[in-house]
């Protein structure tokens, strides 16, 4: 689904979300596809939400949104140090 | 200020404070090999520090994968006596399998002005570094 239309059908929530299609582009990442996979009360319970799925599976590419966020701006950084695998 | 070794990595006790809030958090990272410095969520939350809607999102890829953190501010951290204010950090979810509760990067060490001395397994400021010197 495009942001637009999860902020429609989903209006004043935090959302755990998955990148279905994204690519990297100057620096930036951008989320083209997002599929909605659950919703929280709060935005500590959404960090969590996505910390379990994270480490069962570390290669899907999860984003924990708000939906009164306009702006889908996602910055890509690279570190060197300890990641979750 | 000591630096602790568990499993061969290097740790400290880093106080964050927030408001009249304080928290001291015993396992920090210290690593070098990250540009940034990041906190858990749960930790943070206990300072009022939480998501919010229109907060700048990351995504920090590195060795071993990629994972979604979130940009904040804290008012104070400190490492001892080291204290640097307004500091840019990341909330992550920091599951990694072992306790920390936090890590201290690249950005820190230069903002604070710190010497990590892993002969000694100490950390402490540059200008205190500098005078030791001239003592000598």
Redesign the interface.
């Known amino acids: 689904m495009q942001w637009e239309e999860i902020r429609d059908r989903y209006p004043h929530q935090w959302l755990l979300t998955e990148a279905i299609a994204a690519r990297s582009e100057k620096g930036e990442r951008i989320l083209e596809d997002l599929a909605v996979l659950e919703t929280y009360p709060d935005g500590v319970a959404a960090m969590n939400g996505y910390s379990a799925l994270h480490r069962r599976a570390p290669q899907r590419e999860l984003y924990v949104l708000h939906t009164d966020r306009s702006n889908l701006k996602v910055t890509e950084v690279h570190w060197l140090g300890i990641r979750a695998a | 200020m000591k630096i602790r070794i568990e499993d061969r990595l290097p740790f400290v006790a880093v106080t964050l404070g927030q408001g009249e809030r304080e928290i001291v958090l015993e396992h920090v ?1 210290l ?1 070098t ?4 410095t990041m906190f858990s ?2 930790e943070l ?1 206990k300072l009022g520090i ?5 907060d ?13 953190v ?1 940009a904040k501010k804290i008012e104070r951290i400190a490492l001892g006596e080291i204290e640097v204010p307004e500091f840019p950090i990341q ?1 992550g ?5 072992f306790p920390i509760q936090g ?1 201290l ?1 690249t950005d820190f060490f230069i903002r604070a002005g710190v010497v990590l001395d892993l002969a000694r397994l100490e950390v402490y400021p540059s200008s205190l570094s500098r005078r030791q010197e001239r003592g000598s």
Do not use: H, I, K, T
Not at chain 2, 50 to 54: D, F, I
């Open positions: 990272l690593d090999g990250s540009a940034g969520v749960d939350a939480v998501p919010e809607p229109n700048a999102l990351r995504r920090v890829v590195g060795v071993g994968g990629s994972e979604f979130v909330m979810a920091m599951d990694y399998g890590l990067g």
